[in-house]
């Protein structure tokens, strides 16, 4: 027996050529050999060529079954080619082999094996049921730069012969021609692949610069991942307390929220995991296999990506490397669409400054200047003028247009500043309650705020005063037949709530059940509930202390 050396380029075959060489006399069968050498090394599909480097071993060495078997990460045979079975043979036998007895001898002690009777070896374990008998076996590993790739077997050589030494020595050539030719379908392959990702990084990298949507982008990417790893499913989430949101996603449905466990991934940037390690994707009984990759920009992670698989508990380096950089690409496409939104949403807040500052600066100015002179020709006119009234009313309106107008430029400034704040300001929550429950009234309710209510107003009085606005400015709408209804908000050392009206007042029967929860609510707040009511109208007035 001879060991392979670790060189298996063509010096190497060059070495092994010459003996064999040496020890066929028959012109024939050099020509069938060095033929031989030539059709194994002539594909670049790695599956085609193991197949092809097992059918001419099995033609040149006369033998009646070859197989390949490809040595897995566990030592076992993750890939079996073979050649010589019938179909009917095929079936009967069940399941092939796994890289026992014999055949793991060949690649745990890489070195060619020769046996007359197999079943008289000692690592012999016997055949399985319904398996072909064979006595005669040549064994012979195939080495890639000094690792086991796999081994090439023949058994039972035709006529009832023995393989001989000649034979080891023609074995020995086939296993280096098979290793160069394994070896550069390995490398094309790997090429390949690199090149599918690298279109994939390059196609997807430009969609945001395009103004493609983020969605979409995420939606191409997972498409594109589970293409090339043949991925059932393939999601991208962003994490944040072990609550995961799908932003991405291709494959069979998914909740929109998934649990991760805080410790799924750990420090690694990539990890394959069993298929329970993520609560959601345990739950499909083909999933058996979980590839994790982290979304990180400068803060650190955000995010991960997820692709499950049915077998596939090992990557190619070249497969690992094209998933890291489909992680950076959707990292990048995410941070990118946040900093355009921020952007957007700073471009927003320069506009509504803008528009308040005009608001302030001119309109208002403009309105109160013609207030003041409307004042003077009041003062000047003799108090029993026919248009002092009017004046009056008309200075009167101007003040309120006034005041709704400095109510606006509050609603804008706090409107820019809800774009970067998922909160929403108090006076936003005033403003919306009142147009939901004034929806179908015949006469919309004024709204006034005064002071800094968004600045003074602690988030915890929100329910509080969402309780006041809903069960006073209610009982206007529908009970008092109010031609006009004032709501007021106020913050200085005191916020105060007031609900004005001009309708017929609270009848003496009345239930005051609810105004007596808002008065409960004020006392929580170490605050006051008032109601004022008289045929004229009524007036709520709902204060609590603001402590600073």
Not at 57 to 80: E, H, K, M
Not at 166 to 189: C, G, K, P, Q, T
Not at 273 to 302: K, M, N
């Amino acid at each position: 027996m001879e060991m392979i050396g670790k060189s298996t380029g063509d010096s190497e075959l060059r070495r092994l050529i010459g003996p064999a060489v040496e020890s066929i006399d028959d012109p024939d069968d050099l020509r069938d050999l060095l033929q031989a050498v030539l059709e194994v090394g002539s594909g670049l599909d790695l599956e085609i060529t193991l197949q092809k480097i097992v059918d001419v071993a099995a033609r040149v060495l006369d033998a009646t079954y070859g197989a390949l078997g490809v040595r897995g990460p566990d030592n076992d045979l993750s890939a079996f080619v073979y050649t010589g079975l019938t179909p009917a043979q095929r079936e009967r036998m069940g399941r092939l082999p796994v890289g026992r007895g014999i055949l793991g001898e060949v690649l745990t002690h890489p070195q060619v094996q020769r046996i007359d009777r197999i079943g008289e070896h000692p690592a012999s374990v016997g055949f399985p049921p319904n398996h072909p008998p064979m006595s005669t076996f040549l064994g012979a590993p195939i080495l890639i730069r000094g690792d086991v790739f796999g081994s090439i077997y023949l058994t039972e050589k035709r006529a009832g012969a023995r393989f001989t030494e000649r034979d080891e020595s023609v074995i020995l050539v086939m296993s280096a021609a098979a290793a160069i030719a394994v070896d550069n379908a390995r490398l094309f392959r790997a090429a390949q692949t690199r090149h599918r990702w690298m279109q994939l990084v390059a196609k997807r990298g430009s969609e945001p610069l395009a103004g493609i949507a983020l969605a979409d982008t995420l939606t191409h990417i997972c498409s594109d991942v589970s293409a090339l790893t043949g991925a059932q499913d393939v999601v991208i989430l962003t994490v944040d307390d072990e609550r995961g949101t799908v932003i991405g996603h291709a494959g069979s449905p998914v909740d929109e929220v998934i649990r991760i466990p805080s410790d799924v991934v750990g420090d690694e940037p990539i990890a394959v995991l069993p298929a329970d390690s993520i609560e959601y994707f345990g739950a499909d009984p083909q999933v058996r296999w979980l590839t994790v990759l982290q979304l990180t920009r400068a803060s650190g992670p955000f995010g991960l990506l997820v692709s499950t698989h049915v077998d596939k508990p090992h990557w190619r380096p070249e497969e690992n490397a094209g998933m890291a950089a489909v992680a950076e690409v959707t990292s990048l496409a995410v941070v990118y669409a946040d900093q355009q939104s921020l952007a957007r949403d700073m471009e927003l807040l320069s506009d509504r400054h803008r528009i308040a500052r005009d608001l302030h600066d001119h309109v208002i100015q403009r309105l109160f200047a013609t207030g003041m002179s409307l004042q003077t020709t009041l003062a000047a006119l003799p108090e029993d003028a026919p248009v002092a009234t009017s004046i009056e009313q008309v200075v009167g309106d101007l003040d309120r247009t006034i005041e709704e107008i400095r109510t606006a430029i509050f609603d804008l400034n706090s409107g820019a500043k809800n774009a970067q704040n998922t909160s929403t300001t108090l006076r936003r929550r005033v403003l919306d309650t009142v147009t939901e429950l004034a929806a179908r009234a015949q006469n919309a309710p004024t709204v006034r705020f005064r002071g800094p209510v968004d600045t003074l107003v602690p988030a915890a009085l929100g329910p509080h005063i969402d309780a006041v606005l809903r069960e006073g400015l209610s009982n206007a709408l529908r009970h008092a037949h109010a031609r006009y209804i004032e709501v007021t908000v106020a913050a200085d050392d005191v916020l105060s709530l007031e609900i004005a009206d001009d309708g017929v007042g609270i009848p003496s029967d009345a239930q005051y059940s609810g105004l007596g929860n808002l008065s409960q609510r004020a006392e929580e707040c170490d605050g006051t509930f008032t109601v004022s009511s008289s045929l004229s109208g009524t007036v709520l007035l709902w204060e609590v202390p603001l402590y600073t």
